[in-house]
């Protein structure tokens, strides 16, 4: 009997010692994503400046209203005509036809159906369905959603999802003409309602000419690394609306 109490206070100790290993281990981890998540933040704002540089990153130039600075508690990012929210991934599929991503926010935190999602290295996805505090999202790897895109030559075209693999995406509609090369980027381009223009979706790894209509299939390595995603940005923006209005009543004349 002395001998079985010995072993379980040793079970407890040993217990003690891993929770607490475990909880540095995870204060320090934690550290470390914060930290990349600050990083993220400063290489989008520097982005921005760099493609806006006469804009005041705290004033929205467009409607000259004013903007608050980072506001640090409501994980929110105001820039010009685009608002960034940042979100933490808490579930993510990519081996289903239609795959979808759950966040931690929710309408509460302003989101809603329609905005995109993008992470600190490429496009993610778009927003689905709402509840008060979480929304999922259509990952890009789906074959619902395509995505306005264009090459480093200012060439346009759709990046779709073929199913094969959550690394490989597809860019289509590119003239067979168009001089297209191994490590080449491609960007969101500005036709799109929801993506910023010049978030980068991936680089080329191989071309094939498609004969029968003269246009070339193009295989992209995402930018977006799908397996070990954890935080992302939800985008919002602030003229789809009046753009969207415009372009369907011009569709209706």
Same mark, same amino acid.
């Given at each position: ?122 496009? &993610?996805?778009?927003? /689905?369905?709402?509840? +008060?505090?979480?929304?999922?999202? #259509?990952?890009?790897? !789906?074959? =619902? ?86 935080? &992302?940005?939800?985008? /919002?923006?602030?003229? +789809?609306?009046?753009?969207?209005? #415009?372009?369907?009543? !011009?569709? =209706?004349?």
């Amino acid at each position: 009997m002395q001998g079985n109490d010995i072993i379980s206070s040793a079970n407890t100790v040993s217990g003690i010692i891993y929770k607490k290993q475990s909880d540095v281990v995870y204060y320090f981890g934690l550290r470390r994503m914060n930290d990349s998540l600050i990083d993220e933040n400063a290489m989008l704002r520097k982005k921005l400046d760099l493609a806006h540089s006469s804009v005041d990153t705290l004033k929205d130039s467009l409607v000259h209203a004013k903007i608050a600075p980072l506001d640090t508690t409501s994980h929110i990012v105001r820039y010009a005509d685009y608002v960034y929210r940042t979100a933490r991934v808490i579930n993510n599929s990519t081996n289903a036809s239609d795959n979808y991503i759950t966040i931690n926010r929710g309408s509460s935190d302003g989101i809603y159906k329609g905005l995109a999602v993008i992470s600190g290295t490429g496009i &993610v996805g778009r927003i /689905e369905h709402v509840s +008060a505090h979480f929304s999922s999202l #259509l990952s890009i790897l !789906s074959t =619902k959603l395509k995505v306005s895109a264009k090459l480093k030559g200012g060439t346009n075209g759709f990046v779709v999802w073929d199913e094969k693999s959550p690394d490989i995406l597809t860019l289509v509609d590119v003239p067979q003409q168009v001089t297209v090369k191994k490590g080449d980027t491609v960007y969101t381009n500005n036709y799109s309602l929801y993506f910023p223009p010049d978030v980068m979706i991936g680089t080329v790894i191989k071309t094939e000419i498609i004969k029968k209509n003269a246009m070339q299939l193009i295989l992209l390595r995402s930018s977006t690394n799908f397996h070990s995603l954890q935080y &992302v940005y939800v985008v /919002e923006n602030k003229m +789809a609306g009046e753009k969207k209005q #415009l372009e369907d009543s !011009s569709a =209706k004349k």
